[in-house]
């Protein structure tokens, strides 16, 4: 079998894993398997599929060496003490499950570049060793009797289903089959299961406590390292920044991260998070000033990142946050005084702005391209207008628009903006579920923000302020699905509606019990 049948096998593996899982339980009678047994079956198939993709990603050079007998039996003694070293690992977490949290917060923001296939990259490998060691701790918390909950079922079940199988089986018509099986083995595939451990574990790790104070504690010595770049003026891993900043007005840090943008995206992250500490501990004041100093911090690194569209999420998310704290009048009130105000002072003092504001040319220009790359998304829509170009096919489909010309002038030909991205790519069918999907979780979002218990309703404004301001962030930088604080945020949300419905229904029983029989 060739390798692209194989990938197209994986494909079709790992979507029918992904039904098993989330298929509502309704939908689910033709399968005759309790709830928890089907799930649990679904969660193997997708392993399956992840792996037989994974393996179609093997360097020629590892491959050639598991061929010969010595390689062979090396290779299968290596797998198996890995697989003892990892559920014993599995069987001490599952114990303290908020260390997987803890692990998980260490993991997120780490990229490590390698070189795949003679193509150099910036994977999130410690990531992916804490998704498997989460697929432990679950396998151990489930034999122990622990788990009452098998991933809380929710109105973002249906959508996610079918978005990410459809996109995961769009595999199989994609004009650039082995980018897409990179970002199925690298981002759909381990992000969707992260996803699902996160949901279903969340509430015995205690979750949002150890993701704050993790991410604040990590994002300090990120935020360090990067006024420390623009002081110094010396740049890791981006050699191509390196140049540009030798030809800009402003030098853009990029701390441990590839992009400056991406630090961005973190900094704006760790802001919003703190902010919403400092509003829950408000009456101590050693925990504001701590926030505060923090913050100053952040907000310097996040200042010489020089990232508008990182800027752009900070506000966004805070307005959203604002409107639980404040009311949506106040929020309103302000923010449109701000804007205004904002809006007049920058078009005054600035030509450049005026010229943006009245030139597609100028905003173009000032966008880096993105206009054009839009564009060229809709052009290649409109080529695949139902089912799309296929996973990973954005690339390949725009360079192909171009003349020979363009091409040598273009720098990039990787979209920018992630809802183009995805019409492309998956067309009308797939843009469908997208939106779907994104309404669904809003929806989620704003019922879990409107808890009376601020306890319940402020951390989920602020996970549901950082999921907008990263689809925001999305729109001018992409990178949306293949971010796993998405899915990690859409995750703590699902699973936050669920513990406070489940609480809302156990104290409506208690409110109806008779205080003689307790019936």
């Known amino acids: 079998m060739s390798t692209e049948a194989i990938r197209y096998a994986a494909a079709i593996i790992a979507a029918i894993g992904l039904v098993l899982m989330l298929t509502p339980t309704p939908l689910a009678a033709a399968v005759r398997l309790p709830d928890r047994s089907r799930r649990l079956a679904g969660l193997a198939v997708l392993l399956i599929g992840w792996v037989v993709m994974a393996g179609t990603l093997v360097p020629d050079g590892v491959s050639d060496r598991l061929s010969t007998p010595v390689g062979l039996v090396g290779g299968i003694v290596g797998v198996l003490v890995a697989l003892a070293a990892l559920m014993t690992l599995g069987w001490l977490v599952a114990k303290r499950p908020w260390v997987w949290f803890l692990l998980l917060g260490l993991a997120l923001p780490v990229r490590i570049p390698i070189t795949l296939g003679g193509e150099s990259a910036n994977l999130l490998l410690p990531l992916y060793a804490v998704i498997v060691l989460g697929l432990a701790v679950l396998w151990w918390m489930e034999r122990q009797g622990t788990r009452e909950r098998v991933w809380p079922s929710s109105m973002l079940d249906l959508p996610l289903m079918l978005f990410v199988g459809f996109t995961l089986v769009s595999l199989i018509w994609s004009s650039d089959v082995p980018e897409g099986a990179v970002k199925a083995t690298f981002f759909w595939i381990p992000f969707v299961l992260l996803y699902l451990i996160v949901v279903a574990i969340w509430r015995e790790g205690k979750a949002l406590v150890t993701l704050a104070i993790t991410t604040m504690a990590m994002a300090v010595p990120v935020a360090v390292l990067a006024l420390g770049q623009y002081a110094t003026g010396d740049i890791l891993w981006n050699h191509r920044l390196m140049q540009s900043n030798v030809y800009s007005r402003f030098f853009r840090v990029n701390s441990i991260f590839y992009d400056p943008n991406i630090l961005g995206r973190y900094l704006a992250l760790a802001l919003l998070i703190t902010v919403a500490v400092a509003w829950m501990k408000r009456d101590s004041t050693r925990t504001l000033v701590a926030c505060g100093a923090v913050a100053a911090i952040y907000s310097g690194a996040l200042i010489v990142t020089f990232s508008r569209s990182s800027a752009l999420m900070l506000m966004v998310g805070l307005l959203i946050m604002a409107l639980r704290m404040f ?55 409109q ?12 690339a390949t489909d725009y360079a192909n628009l171009l003349s020979e010309k363009e091409l040598r002038k273009t720098r990039v030909v990787i979209s920018h903006n992630a809802p183009v991205t995805i019409l492309s790519e998956e067309g009308a069918i797939g843009f469908a579920l997208f939106v779907w999907l994104c309404v669904i979780a809003v929806i989620i979002g704003i019922r879990a923000t409107r808890d009376r218990d601020e306890d319940v309703g402020v951390p989920s404004a602020t996970m549901l302020a950082a999921l907008v301001g990263i689809f925001v962030h999305a729109l001018l930088y992409s990178a949306m699905f293949e971010d796993p604080y998405t899915w990690v945020l859409a995750a703590g949300l699902v699973a936050s509606a669920a513990i406070a419905a489940r609480a809302a229904t156990a104290g409506g029983d208690r409110a109806g019990q008779s ?3 307790g019936t």
């Open 515 to 517: 205080p003689a029989t």
């Open 383 to 394: 080529e695949h207008p139902v089912a799309g170009g296929g996973l990973g096919s954005f």
């Open 327 to 381: 009311g949506w009048r106040r929020t309103v009130l302000v923010a449109v005084i701000m804007a205004v105000a904002g809006s007049a002072v920058a078009i005054a003092s600035s030509s450049q702005v005026r010229a943006a504001l009245t030139s597609t040319e100028r905003l173009d220009k000032v966008s880096e391209g993105r206009f054009d790359l839009v564009g060229g998304g809709v052009d290649i829509f």
